[in-house]
T-cell receptor
Framework: EAGVAQSPRYKIIEKRQSVAFWCNPISGHATLYWYQQILGQGPKLLIQ????????DSQLPKDRFSAERLKGVDSTLKIQPAKLEDSAVYLCASSLVNTGELFFGEGSRLTVL | AQSVSQHNHHVILSEAASLELGCNYSYGGTVNLFWYVQYPGQHLQLLLK??????LVKGIKGFEAEFIKSKFSFNLRKPSVQWSDTAEYFCAVTMFSGGYNKLIFGAGTRLAVHP
């Protein structure tokens, strides 16, 4: 069974530039999550989708971050404009049911200079 | 606020030593409890989980964890660690809010096992 796919694995940009991350969850998984993991911290939930609807985006900085999951399958997370403090690993995860048992991708490491 | 606390940020052990990593959460409702592990260069993966029943749960690679409801704790243990256990360990708890489960992570414990 294929795992959660993410791209790009690494991205370096300058502040005020924009960046987009892509995620393809495990086939059949209805719930998709984007987490932000800053060095030395645990993953922080940015947004959670159930199919193509948002169930939680309370910690998403909506002035600069946006995410979509148009067809209920893959998803993109965009940051525009980026700030230095956005440097982190962006983790995508999916789950079959909403129990907390998540399957994670490799992550996308963002460095903002 | 709902939160998960891990007591140790860095732990260094020699092979064959016993391991116990502490985890406490602040939430008064029903929870599902997890330990996730991230080996060097790999993605986060599930180590063990507790939904209900026997509060002592066993996971992969000889790990176990005990849920003590009265202490809001879910500590991870292993009687004898190996070099290959070197990794970062995250405690995570689901907290039911707004009609769905929200998974909240602790800050993680980085474990280094020396041969």
């Amino acid at each position: 069974e294929a795992g959660v796919a993410q791209s790009p694995r690494y991205k370096i940009i300058e502040k005020r530039q924009s960046v987009a991350f892509w995620c393809n969850p495990i086939s059949g998984h209805a719930t998709l999550y984007w987490y932000q993991q800053i060095l030395g911290q645990g993953p922080k939930l940015l947004i959670q989708f159930q199919n193509n609807g948002v169930v939680d985006d309370s910690q998403l900085p909506k002035d600069r971050f946006s995410a979509e999951r148009l067809k209920g399958v893959d998803s993109t997370l965009k940051i525009q404009p980026a700030k230095l403090e956005d440097s982190a690993v962006y983790l995508c995860a999916s789950s079959l049911v909403n129990t907390g048992e998540l399957f994670f991708g490799e992550g996308s490491r963002l460095t903002v200079l | 606020a709902q939160s998960v606390s891990q007591h140790n940020h860095h732990v260094i052990l020699s092979e064959a030593a016993s391991l116990e990593l502490g985890c406490n959460y602040s939430y008064g409702g029903t929870v599902n409890l997890f330990w996730y592990v991230q080996y060097p260069g790999q993605h986060l993966q599930l180590l063990l989980k507790y939904f209900s029943g026997d509060p002592l749960v066993k996971g992969i690679k000889g790990f176990e964890a005990e849920f003590i409801k009265s202490k809001f704790s879910f500590n991870l243990r292993k009687p004898s660690v190996q070099w290959s256990d070197t990794a970062e360990y995250f405690c995570a708890v689901t907290m039911f809010s707004g009609g769905y489960n929200k998974l909240i992570f602790g800050a993680g414990t980085r474990l280094a096992v020396h041969p």
